[in-house]
């Protein structure tokens, strides 16, 4: 049987739909696809090499309804974000006769999320989808608020808001991810800690890798809880509010570039969050020792929280390419204390110059 840990509710003007957390949900998925009166043609967007663990479950859950599963393969890696397999979707969807009652499930991390989650939203102009994140990022963020997008001479440059009608987080999938990817994962759920909730951070200071199941669990649930508030509260990342959850992301993403991307997302994240907050104290919002308990947190999860060997000119130069400077100044995710960001809108480039210098 399955457990059930917790449903989040994700309540927008486009759609409610819940995020099923649990164990085992993969060996019963016709349970939640018949809740939601899924019927018709049913696409499985996925890695080969997810199929090969995952796949026989998936296929004899789903087969329980009577429904034909059609699985699409991707390759792995960001690269699939990508027209040619946007338009390769396309074509199986529609020398399948999918129509406008059919779905695609989105089986996998934020990538099959991205690519499928689009092109669900603009087959036949919206139909059905249902995100079966893979990866902790996935689960903690990207298959819950529905931004879907292809890249295109830059990331994420085609895209929509799209949201699923369901979201079925298996934490069993957890087990065969790597440490690497599991971390970067572990990057995400700090940020919720330090912007929304500030119980996260008090968890993670009472465990140590591995986490038992149960506190997985829980720091997941608190996770899509906050982004589900976020989403709620501002859909479309128009009123200043959804941006809170860029802390760390806009010197990340700079140090992500800056290393031709040998840096991951997630240790990206960590290290821009602490130079997010070391700003925050230098600019006087912010005391001291939350910096240095982040910096406690993050490196006892293995994240890195500086850039040594990087060239500071480098981040710079990426940072000002950044979408959201603005006359020398930047637009930053500061904090006054922790559970407390707020937007700055003219960070100096030399206060960053001389944080990073630190
Ligand atoms: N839409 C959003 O709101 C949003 C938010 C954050 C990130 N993103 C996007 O997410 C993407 C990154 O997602 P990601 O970090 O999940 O990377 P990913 O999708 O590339 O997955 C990372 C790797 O983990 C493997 N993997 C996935 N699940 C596994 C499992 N259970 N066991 C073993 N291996 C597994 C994959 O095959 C892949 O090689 C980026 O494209 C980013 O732009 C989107």
Same mark, same amino acid.
């Given at each position: ?29 016709? !349970? =939640? ?49 990508? =027209? #040619? ?27 099959? /999320? ?8 603009? =087959? ?5 989808? !249902? ?61 919720? /800690? ?65 290393? #031709? ?7 990206? !994240? ?21 910096? #240095? ?7 006892? =999860? ?25 006359? /020398? ?8 204390? !922790? ?20």
């Amino acid at each position: 049987m399955f457990r059930l840990i917790s449903t989040v509710q994700v309540k927008t003007l486009s759609r409610c739909y819940p995020v099923y957390i649990g164990f085992n949900l993969l060996d019963f998925l016709d !349970v =939640f696809l018949s809740r939601h009166g899924l019927k018709g043609k049913f696409a499985l967007v996925s890695h080969k090499s997810l199929m090969d663990i995952y796949g026989d479950k998936i296929i004899s859950s789903i087969s329980r309804l009577g429904l034909d599963t059609i699985i699409i393969d991707i390759p792995e890696g960001e690269e699939s974000k990508s =027209f #040619n397999m946007l338009t390769q979707i396309y074509d199986v969807l529609i020398n399948n006769r999918f129509d406008r009652w059919s779905t695609v499930t989105a089986f996998g991390g934020g990538v099959i /999320g991205d690519l499928a989650g689009f092109a669900a939203a603009t =087959f036949m102009r919206g139909i059905n989808l !249902v995100q079966i994140p893979s990866t902790l990022l996935a689960q903690v963020d990207s298959s819950i608020g529905g931004k879907v997008a292809i890249d295109y001479r830059g990331k994420n440059i085609i895209g929509a808001f799209y949201q699923p009608n369901l979201v079925i987080t298996d934490l069993n999938l957890l087990k065969s991810l790597s440490v690497k990817e599991f971390s970067s994962g572990l990057a995400e759920v700090i940020k919720y /800690g330090v912007v929304m909730d500030p119980q996260i951070l008090d968890i993670l200071e009472n465990y140590s890798n591995p986490l038992p199941d149960d506190i997985v669990a829980e720091l997941i649930t608190r996770s899509c809880s906050c982004k589900a508030r976020i989403v709620e509260a501002d859909e479309r990342d128009e009123k200043d509010i959804r941006i809170i959850l860029n802390f760390g992301h806009t010197i990340g993403h700079a140090i992500e570039v800056a290393s #031709n991307f040998k840096i991951s997302h997630g240790e990206a !994240v960590a290290i821009g969050m602490v130079y997010e907050a070391k700003l925050s104290v230098m600019l006087g919002f912010l005391d001291i020792d939350v910096v #240095n308990r982040l910096i406690g947190i993050l490196s006892k =999860f293995g994240l890195p929280i500086s850039v040594s060997q990087l060239n500071i000119e480098r981040i710079l130069s990426s940072l000002s390419y950044d979408k959201k400077i603005k006359h /020398g100044k930047i637009r930053l995710i500061l904090l006054k204390s !922790v559970g407390n960001p707020i937007v700055h809108d003219d960070v100096p480039i030399d206060s960053i110059k001389r944080v990073l210098e630190m």
